[in-house]
């Protein structure tokens, strides 16, 4: 029997670019407006745009779309990205939580959204620890 080979990635399974920008703009306004993530706003730029942007490039080559972002940014790794930054076990678990808020209201179906909130929160607990 042929088997029709399936070819979706991750990133087309949530939504493509409009979804992860969705995603990116909820948890950088929760950023900006909840202070149970005050600490880790004050370490970002007062300007989030060009971070809105980058987060939204770099996710959306880490769910198997287009790699524009690695393009943009050559030579750049998440530990080379934040280099100089002060990361802390608090400023992570904030991140991975606000993250995991923002994926959970996106429109991505409940059972790839939760795998995707672990896996970045996964991330992001280890990148501060
Ligand atoms: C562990 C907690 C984390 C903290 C405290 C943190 C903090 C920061 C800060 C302060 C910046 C620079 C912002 C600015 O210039 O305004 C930054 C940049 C960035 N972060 Fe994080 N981050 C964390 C985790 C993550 C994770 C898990 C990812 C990806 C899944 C990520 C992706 C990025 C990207 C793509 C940039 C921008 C690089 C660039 O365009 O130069 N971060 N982060």
Redesign the pocket.
Known sequence: MQQTAVSATPFDLVGGRDVVGQIVERFYDLLEQDPAYAE?RA??????A??R???T???AA?LGGPRD?FDE?PG?C?MS??RG????PQ??R???NA?SRAITESPVEPVLAAKMAEA?SD??????A
Not at 43 to 48: G, N, V, W
């Open positions: 880790l370490l970002h730029a007062p300007d989030l060009p971070m942007k980058s987060l490039g770099f996710l880490w972002w940014h750049l998440m990205a934040h930054v002060a990361m802390t400023v992570g904030q991140w991975a993250m970045l991330l992001a607990i280890r990148m501060a």
